[in-house]
């Protein structure tokens, strides 16, 4: 299990990008009177075929090249702090069409773990890939905040050579 839900969420938000999605956009709902979060992972990459998904979902399936054993760990450590936080964890997926992980959890469960770095783990999905749209849609009571890294990307002054060679901090930027 992770210490922070930030880093369950980058798990997943890598498979995403292992998939070719273009778009991966990441939903974090607290919502404290139905003692209730939400973390939904949608993405628009290759999908799984029905027994893909099957094998994941029953045998923690992986398609990973270069591993010893074909497990892989993510989905199924989301899945177990999900379930152990008397909530629900659901994987829906259409070949070519793209990937929803969802994962509740009851908020004041006394093994829930905290969210953690949300904005590391978005750091981090736009350094692996700086051309993808990487969202974050968070909302906590009347709280709101969204994030698009491609979002006035193309307005943006060209970069010169100062910027080239920042990498991840020029690509991403608000
Ligand atoms: N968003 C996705 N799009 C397409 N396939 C996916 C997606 N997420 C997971 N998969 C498939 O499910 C498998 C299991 O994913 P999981 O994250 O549990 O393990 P892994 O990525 O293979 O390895 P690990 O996360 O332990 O490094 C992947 O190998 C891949 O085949
Ligand atoms: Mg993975």
Same mark, same amino acid.
Request: net charge positive.
């Given at each position: 299990?992770? #210490? @922070? %839900?930030?880093?369950? /969420?980058? =798990?997943? !938000?890598?498979?995403?990008?292992?998939?070719?999605?273009?778009? +991966?956009?990441?939903?974090?709902?607290?919502?404290?009177?139905? #003692? @209730? %979060?939400?973390?939904? /992972?949608? =993405?628009? !990459?290759?999908?799984?075929?029905?027994?893909?998904?099957?094998? +994941?979902?029953?045998?923690?399936?992986?398609?990973?090249?270069?591993?010893?054993?074909?497990?892989?760990?993510?989905?199924?450590?989301?899945?177990?702090?999900?379930?152990?936080?008397?909530?629900?964890?659901?994987?829906?997926?259409?070949?070519?069409?793209?990937?929803?992980?969802?994962?509740?959890?009851?908020?004041?469960?006394?093994?829930?773990?905290?969210?953690?770095?949300?904005?590391?783990?978005?750091?981090?999905?736009?350094?692996?890939?700086?051309?993808?749209?990487?969202?974050?849609?968070?909302?906590?009571?009347?709280?709101?905040?969204?994030?698009?890294?491609?979002?006035?990307?193309h307005n943006e002054p060209r970069r010169t050579q100062e910027t080239q060679g920042k990498g991840a901090a020029?690509?991403?930027?608000?």
């Open positions: 299990m992770f #210490d @922070q %839900l930030s880093l369950n /969420i980058l =798990d997943i !938000g890598m498979n995403s990008l292992a998939a070719g999605a273009t778009v +991966v956009r990441i939903t974090v709902i607290e919502d404290v009177p139905h #003692d @209730q %979060l939400l973390i939904r /992972i949608r =993405d628009n !990459g290759r999908g799984m075929d029905e027994k893909t998904l099957r094998d +994941v979902l029953a045998k923690n399936a992986s398609t990973k090249a270069g591993r010893k054993k074909p497990i892989g760990l993510g989905l199924a450590l989301l899945r177990q702090t999900s379930e152990m936080c008397d909530g629900a964890f659901r994987i829906q997926s259409a070949p070519g069409k793209g990937t929803g992980v969802t994962a509740s959890m009851r908020l004041s469960h006394v093994d829930r773990p905290p969210l953690g770095d949300l904005n590391a783990t978005i750091f981090a999905l736009c350094a692996v890939n700086q051309d993808a749209d990487v969202q974050l849609h968070y909302r906590s009571g009347d709280q709101k905040f969204h994030f698009s890294s491609q979002e006035g990307k020029a690509g991403c930027a608000a």
